[in-house]
């Protein structure tokens, strides 16, 4: 084939360091999801969906074929970690957790990730931040040490 062609559908999950509440406001929340997209539109993996709580994010995304996710993930840290400690001057402690989990979505799952990052504010009256993440990599079948989960 001539053309190197991919559609990779990624769902990606990463907290605040320690699940500090530093996304307080919708306001704030909003703002950081807007400017999320962006970076993933500069970095050519367009967002379909960011969401999350005060203390996580979630994000569909598609998945540029020229990009790891491990690259797309630090990028994002590193970017939005940054304008957040510019725009907002009391930020300045303001960090992602080290890690992420990430997980493929099929072309007929997209809709469903979605409306699951969409309600996350209904979701989580129900359930925690660290049962949520069990819960998807238990039902991505993905090993995983509880010691090194949480940072």
């Known amino acids: 084939m001539a053309q190197s062609l991919a559609k990779i559908y990624i769902h990606i999950v990463f907290s605040t360091k320690r699940r500090y509440p530093f996304l307080y406001g919708p306001e704030l929340r909003e703002r950081m999801h807007a400017y ?11 967002a379909l969906r960011v969401g999350g709580m005060s ?10 074929k020229n990009r790891a996710v491990a ?12 304008w957040v400690k510019e725009v907002v001057p009391e930020m300045m ?8 989990a990430a997980f493929s979505v099929s072309e007929s799952g997209v809709e469903g990730v ?13 359930i925690s931040y660290q049962d949520e993440v069990r819960s998807l990599l238990r039902e991505f079948h993905m090993d995983y040490d509880e010691e090194y989960l949480w940072d």
């Open 71 to 82: 690259d797309v993930v630090g990028e994002l840290k590193r970017n939005s970690s940054k």
């Open 114 to 126: 979605r409306d699951y990052i969409q309600g996350q504010e209904a979701h989580h009256h129900a």
């Open 93 to 100: 402690k303001f960090a992602w957790q080290n890690g992420y």
């Open 55 to 64: 203390d996580h994010m979630h994000i569909l995304m598609q998945l540029s």
């Open 36 to 46: 999320v997209g962006g970076i993933l539109r500069a970095l050519d993996s367009p």
